[in-house]
């Protein structure tokens, strides 16, 4: 009996599966190819060309001058070797959190026996500059936070706690967790003095998990020759040096590492010109963080006008979309029914927000018709699991369109939440 309800649910349709998820995100098709093809070993010279041409690249798109590693981990490992790293135990750290990334950072420093102080904001939230301003201590060795919180889908103020951190003539290091803020947010490292920023492969990138990537500032570096937390597999010193021959430590994942080069060259061509066919790096990332902010944009409107509400309202990050279901309703029937009716996997809430959100992700491999799409399938699931009096079909559609259509690409000063808010407190 319930077979044949979900059949009349899609009557006549087949599924494809696709991930809306903050991570893994969609593969580039041309990505996948060339991890296929990857068939060579790391000691070589072709895989050197390749890995010396994929890191220049990749430090074109994090658009700095500091060195960048690739380790061969998860995001996680690249938060564990900064910490390990640049790090002695004792040392005074400052951890910002406001989720369940920023408490990954309180645990590994505790792990390698930092003394951890903590501004923390209510999930849903951004912590206050002034917060940092005062938990900020003479003695602070470090400070740890995220640009983008996945799992709240909110925004920090990376330029603000760089700036609160210069004012102050701070010795800390500012070390940034960008892994799902690479690629959907204008983050200027090197003119910040960002002194580590991470990312992470299965997220803007559009290719597996497996990669974690590290942009490291010349204070940072000297900060490691002091320091002397255990570290052995994630020796970042090591790691630079052979990078700079284009090798790796250890067996890296080379396929990835090829898959990487490929997304590199698609995001390149994004912004391609006809003098410039291949394109370019700086000017792709760009377009790739406009088009993350479209997406979210998109979405947000077709979800207020669906009669929901933003799980981080006055600070939302361009990388996935936090939402409140309808009244009350469990967030985990929206999350099954559009993978059981539509083949759409959607992240739930972690952690004590599971069954209260859902989330949306627009990180890399997103364009529009991905996004009219899944507006127009929550709304299939709203139709009929939760009809409320007002719901009418099309309403998040229209919303989205208009959106689209109306939209412009907004300045990347514009692109800091602390600016944007100042900006409304002053109206
Ligand atoms: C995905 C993610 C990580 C890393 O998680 P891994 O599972 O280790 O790749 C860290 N921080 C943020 C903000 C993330 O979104």
Redesign the pocket.
């Known amino acids: 009996m319930f077979a044949r309800l979900e059949l009349l649910y899609n009557w006549g349709m087949i599924q494809k599966t696709r991930l809306f998820t ?2 893994p995100t969609p593969l580039l098709p041309a990505a996948q190819f060339a991890m296929a093809a990857a068939d060579i070993h790391h000691r070589t010279p072709e895989f050197r060309a390749i890995f010396l041409r994929v890191l220049a690249q990749l430090k074109e798109f994090i658009g700095t001058k500091n060195d960048v590693l690739i380790l061969t ?5 690249a ?1 564990e070797a900064s910490v390990s790293n640049l790090t002695s135990p004792g040392d005074r750290v400052l951890v910002i959190s406001a989720g369940k ?1 920023g408490e ?1 950072w309180a645990g590994l420093a505790k792990a390698f026996g930092c003394e951890v102080d903590l501004v923390s904001a209510p999930n849903g939230e951004t912590f206050s500059l002034d917060a940092v301003k005062a938990a900020l201590k003479l003695e602070t060795r470090a400070v740890f936070m ?6 709240t889908g909110a925004r920090h103020c990376v330029g603000g706690v760089a700036k609160l951190l210069k004012e102050a003539n701070s010795e800390a290091l500012l070390v940034v ?5 690479l690629g959907t947010t204008h983050i200027d490292v090197d003119k910040l003095g960002i002194d580590v920023l ?1 990312g ?1 492969s ?2 803007a990138f559009m290719i597996p ?1 497996g990669l ?1 990537f590290m942009a490291v500032s010349q204070r940072a570096w000297d900060r490691m020759e002091s320091t002397y937390n255990p570290r052995y597999y994630f020796d970042l010193r090591k790691e630079r040096k052979n990078a700079k021959d284009g090798q790796s430590s250890y067996t890296p994942a080379v396929a990835l590492i090829a898959a990487l080069g490929a997304s590199f060259d698609y995001i390149a061509k994004q912004a391609a010109t006809p003098e410039n066919p291949a394109g370019d790096l700086a000017a792709g990332r760009k377009k790739l963080i406009e088009n993350a902010e479209t997406c979210a944009a998109m979405t947000r409107a077709a979800v207020a006008a669906l009669g929901m509400e933003l799980f981080s309202p006055t600070c939302p990050a361009s ?1 996935t979309t936090a939402v409140i279901p309808p009244n009350g309703v469990d967030s985990s029937v929206i999350v099954k029914e559009l993978k059981a009716r539509f083949g759409s996997i959607i992240a739930n809430g972690q952690g004590e927000m599971k069954g209260k959100i859902f989330r949306i992700a627009h990180l890399g491999f997103f364009d529009y018709l991905d996004t009219i799409a899944i507006i127009g399938a929550l709304e299939q699931v709203i139709a009929k699991s939760f009809p409320s009096p007002g719901f009418a079909f099309g309403n998040g559609l229209i919303a989205a369109q208009k959106l689209f259509a109306e939209r412009s690409p907004t300045a990347a000063e514009d692109n800091c939440c602390c600016a944007r808010k100042a900006a409304a407190e002053a109206k």
Do not use: L, N, Y
């Open positions: 903050p991570g981990s998860s995001g996680t490992g938060m990334f990954r995220q640009a983008t919180e996945s799992s967790d960008a892994i799902t803020g991470i992470g299965q997220k998990p974690a990388a």
